[in-house]
Antibody, heavy 121, light 110 residues
Framework: QVQLVQSGAEVKRPGASVKVSCKAS????????IHWVRQAPGQGLEWMGW????????NYAQNFQGRVTMTRDTSISTAYMELSRLTSDDTAVYYC??????????????WGQGALVTVSS | NFMLTQPHSVSESPGKTVTISCTRS????????VQWYQQRPGSSPTTVIY?????PSGVPDRFSGSIDSSSNSASLTISGLKTEDEADYYC?????????FGGGTKLTVL
């Protein structure tokens, strides 16, 4: 069965960086895009970008360009999202999600369990 | 760039029908498919509708989706409401390959 298992909760100081992992299993990792979505406490979903594990190609949301880096390690079927220059506004649950496409459209069919990142001095 | 606007909250009684709207700010709602995700408290989102009106396997047929070009909006309708339907619901579409989420609607079943 398809699973996306994320790394655990992190506490970071303002100005630091955080790297969240997302380990895929139950399917061919390189066949599906991985997207990252975050959710601040009590707030809605915010899209951050995607990585295509096959090529390593990425596309970042404008709000995060220059501060986010998405990478992957195909040998262990794991995607990573690193966010730098953290502020308290980056306190959120960070999700990875697999993009599944039919012949005509795409949606997120599997999500990780989320990783809480707390930014506090 | 466009935004997807949802009501902040809706409430209805068990057994009734509720509809949640998702209005696109610019461009045609029909230009890009709309998805709907359900997020129960403390859980990750799950898909309840994709491609405007398609249900993934395992989603009850009480859930249905539609789009209305006249109001430039998509709708999620849940009939025969159950207490387990109480959750946040998010619409989602695409803008030039980028993902756009609505702000979310809190559904209370009381």
């Amino acid at each position: 069965q398809v699973q996306l298992v994320q790394s655990g909760a992190e506490v970071k100081r303002p100005g630091a960086s955080v790297k969240v992992s997302c380990k895929a299993s139950g399917y061919t990792f390189t066949d599906y895009y991985i997207h990252w979505v975050r959710q601040a406490p009590g707030q809605g979903l915010e899209w951050m970008g995607w990585i295509y594990p096959n090529s390593g190609g990425t596309n970042y949301a404008q709000n995060f360009q220059g501060r986010v880096t998405m990478t992957r390690d195909t040998s262990i079927s794991t995607a990573y999202m690193e966010l730098s220059r953290l502020t308290s506004d980056d306190t959120a649950v960070y999700y990875c999600a697999r993009r599944y496409c039919t012949g005509t459209s795409c949606h997120f069919d599997y999500w990780g369990q989320g990783a809480l990142v707390t930014v506090s001095s | 760039n466009f935004m997807l606007t949802q009501p902040h909250s809706v409430s209805e009684s068990p057994g009734k029908t509720v509809t949640i709207s998702c209005t696109r700010s610019s461009g045609s709602i029909a230009s890009n498919y709309v998805q709907w995700y359900q997020q129960r408290p403390g859980s990750s989102p799950t898909t309840v509708i994709y491609e405007d009106d398609q249900r993934p396997s395992g989603v009850p047929d009480r859930f249905s989706g539609s789009i209305d070009s006249s109001s430039n909006s998509a709708s999620l309708t849940i009939s025969g409401l159950k207490t387990e339907d109480e959750a946040d619901y998010y619409c989602q579409s695409y803008d030039s390959g980028n993902v756009v989420f609505g702000g979310g609607t809190k559904l209370t079943v009381l």
